[in-house]
């Protein structure tokens, strides 16, 4: 398993394409969840290849099944603001941890501001509801922690129940499948033209830098 921490992604090259911001709000196929809605309207943004290729994966999907996105830009300054408190919460939680685990444990759940896949504008939270909106069971809930979820949150963690391992394996087909790449830890994060999206896939350098 390849962290954020991984000195690999931050040494992959950056370069950004100038893909253009899209706002899901004007994108009527795709349903669009207000939890992580912020004032500015980041949240509701994604690159276009990204909404591209969420607009494949839908297809993909099997019949009564929908993407339910929650969260695609996220600025620089909330980046930062979730990745400290989280880590200052695992701090306080585990006084015995060395500088070194608590910087590795912490990115199991939020990236480091100078890698962070949700600043490019290539990354997005979202998980699976039916036709009418109501939310699939995933195992956890989107956003559950590792320490909360004892790893259930792990997107390929046994410790859920039957349905909710068919209905990741069915996110995962349709999102692989449209060429996003997840992060582990998290069953509800995929990204595309990303650093991690590049090191995962082979690509030279990344399509997306931050914003």
């Known amino acids: 398993m390849i962290l954020l921490s991984d000195p690999r992604v931050a040494a992959v090259r950056s370069e950004d394409d100038g893909d253009e911001l899209v706002d899901l709000r004007e994108v009527p196929e795709l349903r669009l969840d207000v939890r992580a809605a912020d004032a500015a309207g980041s949240y509701a943004r994604v690159r276009r290849g990204v909404a591209d290729r969420l607009l494949a ?7 009564g099944l929908r993407l339910l996105v929650i969260e695609g830009y996220r600025p620089y300054q909330a980046q930062l603001e979730i990745f400290t408190g989280y ?3 695992l701090r306080r939680r585990y006084p015995e941890w060395s500088p070194e685990r608590l910087h590795v444990e912490t990115t199991k ?3 480091p501001v100078e ?4 600043s490019t504008g290539g990354a997005v939270d979202l998980t699976l509801c039916d036709a009418d909106g109501l939310e699939l069971d995933m195992g956890t809930v989107v ?7 004892a790893n259930a949150c792990f997107t390929a963690a046994d410790n859920i129940p039957a349905a909710a391992r068919r ?17 582990p830890t998290e069953w509800w994060h995929w990204s595309y033209g990303d650093r991690y999206w ?12 931050p914003l």
Do not use: W
Not at 115 to 118: I, L, R
Not at 143 to 149: F, G, I, Q, V
Not at 198 to 209: C, Q
């Open 109 to 111: 759940f939020v990236s």
């Open 87 to 89: 880590r200052d919460e």
């Open 115 to 118: 890698v962070a896949p949700h």
């Open 57 to 63: 994966a839908q297809r993909a999907l099997p019949t």
């Open 198 to 209: 590049a090191l995962m896939t082979g690509a030279p350098h990344t399509r997306y830098g």
């Open 143 to 149: 956003d559950a922690t590792p320490e909360a979820s």
């Open 167 to 183: 209905n990741r394996e069915i996110l995962v087909a349709a999102l692989s499948g449209a060429g996003m790449v997840n992060y």
